[in-house]
Structures are given as structure tokens and as C-alpha cells.
T-cell receptor, first 112, second 110 residues
């Protein structure tokens, strides 16, 4: 039973064309995270929500935005994707701080 | 920010015990140490978490010395399917989030 679902699994977009990645969870967790992971690198935290409290990492580009309309869903919006934004985007959830994070399968983004 | 340092890669053979050590000199009093495993094209998966001394579950053990400035993940009798990247994370109380270190790429050979 999937607990953290990410759609789509693969996304192809054009340079500069906005794209939205989605994440949903069935765990009713308070915290939702978005990570970016490039090839052979560790996941890099972009931002996270603690309930409705949004926490942006200092080095996350303004090009990346997020929405969490309710507990179950969280979206990652890339307003003007560049070639350097091609990566795997991982969504994770946890019940609270320092609790186990449950990751989705990721969305692989390709920018043409 | 509690930074972690791990070996970049390790090699082992099937059936051997593998120990991966992580340094976290600036760990804060309230921080826990967590290890994740990641296979290619998948999200990381929780392995084990601990605060001090020793923690054991069905897949691994975690050893943490008294000063908590390092920790060692122990995988008993590894198999080919344990080939993956292993990440050590330490809680960051200031940011309420965990930061992934560079990870250790474990290659298990027959």
C-alpha cells in the first residue's frame, strides 16, 4: 500500500515552461518535505512544511515554490525550469521532527 | 548545523559484516542520529535511529559512543542486495529538519 505517492513519476518539460509536481500521503503526517537529488549526489532539502508552517531553505532558488492545501497534499512548482533543474525530486513525510521520514518514489524531471 | 562526514565508498563481499562510521562532531544535545539506505532511482528508506549506546533492529545495529561525536552502522552478513548508498543524518534543532550528508556507497561483491 503506497503511503507517499508522487505524480508523475517522469516529467518532461521545456526550458522556461512552468511545471508542477505533486505529492500525496496517506499517513496523516504533520511534516512534508521536498528534496532535489541530482545524479550521484545526496538529496538536498528545498523546503518543508510543519503543518501549515512553511520553512524555506536559505539556498533554495526563488524559482521553486510550494503549496500545501491540506494535510494530504503538497505541490512543488518550478516557475521557469532551467537545464540545471533536471533532477529527481523526492517528497517525504514524517509525523514530527526527527521522526522517521517516509519517502515517495520520486519524480524524475527532464528539461529540454 | 551538525555536519556529518562519512567515507565516500566501501567494498565488501557477501556474508561479511560491514561497519560504516559517521562523524558528527557538532551534534547537539537533543539530536538523534538516523541512517537511511537508498537504491538507484528510489527514495531513501529508513534503516535505524539512535540517541546513545547501542540500538539493534532486524536489519542493522547502531553503535554510538558516550561522546556521541560519531556513530557506526553495522550490517551483519551483507548480501548483494545491500549494495546501496547509506546516509547518516543528524537532527538540526535550529531548522527542525535533517540534512543529508554525502553518503557512503557500499558495493557488495559475490
Amino acid at each position: 500500500d503506497a503511503m507517499v505517492i508522487q505524480n508523475p513519476r517522469y516529467q518532461v518539460t521545456q526550458f522556461g515552461k512552468p511545471v508542477t509536481l505533486s505529492c500525496s500521503q496517506t499517513l496523516n503526517h504533520n511534516v512534508m518535505y521536498w528534496y532535489q537529488q541530482k545524479s550521484s549526489q545526496a538529496p538536498k532539502l528545498l523546503f518543508h512544511y510543519y503543518d501549515k508552517d512553511f520553512n524555506n531553505e536559505a539556498d533554495t532558488p526563488d524559482n521553486f515554490q510550494s503549496r500545501r492545501p491540506n494535510t494530504s497534499f503538497c505541490f512543488l512548482d518550478i516557475r521557469s525550469p532551467g537545464l540545471g533543474d533536471a533532477a529527481m525530486y523526492l517528497c517525504a513525510t514524517s509525523a514530527g521532527y526527527q521522526e522517521t521520514q517516509y519517502f515517495g518514489p520520486g519524480t524524475r524531471l527532464l528539461v529540454l | 548545523l551538525a555536519k556529518t562526514t562519512q567515507p565516500i565508498s566501501m567494498d565488501s563481499y557477501e556474508g561479511q559484516e560491514v561497519n560504516i562510521t559517521c562523524s558528527h562532531n557538532n551534534i547537539a544535545t537533543n539530536d538523534y542520529i538516523t541512517w537511511y539506505q537508498q537504491f538507484p532511482s528510489q527514495g531513501p528508506r529508513f534503516i535505524i535511529q539512535g540517541y546513545k549506546t547501542k540500538v539493534t533492529n532486524e536489519v542493522a545495529s547502531l553503535f554510538i559512543p558516550a561522546d556521541r561525536k560519531s556513530s557506526t552502522l553495522s550490517l551483519p552478513r551483507v548480501s548483494l542486495s545491500d549494495t546501496a548508498v547509506y546516509y547518516c543524518l543528524v537532527g538540526d534543532t535550529g531548522r527542525r529538519a535533517l540534512t543529508f550528508g554525502s553518503g557512503t556507497r557500499l558495493q557488495v561483491q559475490p
